[in-house]
């Protein structure tokens, strides 16, 4: 079992940055993809970023692309989600989540990942 927990959401103006971090329990993190989803207010959860067990690949959704970016430190058993030129319309619960299947895609779907953390909420101001 994997306990995941998100930290680093807030409130911040349009064009600012946010890092969220998710730090997970358990030996096994560094064998598993990790990824970002969001939710917006009346909204279906959706991908945001995904990357390798390694931190080598990533993938990211085209509204994110170029001013997101994943990391992780398996050292740490956490994984970043790095914010830049926040937008309003980036304003969610952000969830990250763990696949353990040990597939070398990265995976956009929710139905791919087993655990989720609680969210962690980002609201960007205009």
């Known amino acids: 079992q994997v306990q995941l927990v998100e930290s680093g959401g807030g409130l911040v103006q349009a064009g600012g940055s946010l890092r969220l971090s998710c730090v997970a329990s358990g030996r096994t993190f560094s064998s598993y993809a990790m990824g970002w989803f969001r939710q917006a207010p009346g909204k279906e959860r959706e991908f945001v970023a995904a990357?390798?067990?390694?931190?080598?690949?990533?993938y990211y959704a085209d509204s994110v692309k170029g001013r997101f970016t994943a990391s992780r430190d398996n050292a740490k058993n956490t994984v970043y989600l790095q914010m830049s030129s926040l937008k309003p319309e980036d304003t969610a619960v952000y969830y990250c989540?763990?696949?353990?299947?040990?597939?070398?895609?990265?995976?956009?779907?929710?139905?791919?990942?087993?655990?989720w953390g609680q969210g962690t909420q980002v609201t960007v101001s205009s």
């Open positions: 990357i390798s067990w390694s931190g080598r690949n990533t």
């Open positions: 989540a763990a696949d353990r299947s040990l597939s070398q895609r990265l995976e956009i779907f929710m139905r791919e990942y087993d655990y």
